[in-house]
């Protein structure tokens, strides 16, 4: 039997989906249900507790501008987060001016949609950022495989190997 490098076929993507708004909650729910789990926090500080707590979350959609904590700082501290930072942030937010948009991608959003949005962009930028995903796992997984453990080491501790 060939060794497939653990790259296979991989069960519905579960998307945590944040928003202070019910209303939003729900229709994105019922837009993604059909393929993806979903799970749903109203602000940033309950995203970080299940994102943290639930290493099945492979992507997260959240709104910016929410109570207790919002979008931005949820983002930075996932980000910084070895277990988490590798899991892809889409805001979703009402915020439309390009500053908003640029200050998302330097904390390390995967990418930026405006409110109202397109139910068919929605769906289509989640699958190329899950997409995305898989493929880093997968490259991660070969070079795991491939390289001595010395040499993963080094480069997750100096970022190249000498």
Do not use: W
């Not at 200050?103 to 409110?115: L, Q, T």
């Amino acid at each position: 039997m060939a060794n497939n490098f653990g790259l296979t076929k991989v069960d519905k993507h579960t998307i945590l989906v944040v928003d202070d708004s019910v209303e939003n909650l729900q229709l994105l729910s019922a837009l993604l249900r059909d393929d993806y789990k979903i799970k749903v926090a109203k602000n940033g500080k309950k995203a970080i507790e299940l994102v943290q707590k639930d290493p099945a979350i492979d992507l997260v959609l959240m709104d910016v501008m929410m109570p207790e904590m919002d979008g931005y700082t949820a983002c930075q501290i996932l980000k910084s987060d070895e277990v988490t930072a590798q899991v892809p942030i889409i805001f979703l937010t009402a915020l439309n001016e390009a500053s908003d948009e640029t200050k998302g991608f330097d904390i390390g959003g995967a990418d930026f949609i405006s409110k109202p949005f397109n139910a068919q962009v929605v769906k289509a930028r989640i699958r190329t950022h899950l997409d995305l995903q898989e493929e880093r796992k997968k490259a991660d997984r070969l070079l795991r495989y491939l390289l001595p453990n010395t040499v993963i080491q080094e480069l997750k501790t100096n970022g190249s190997y000498t």
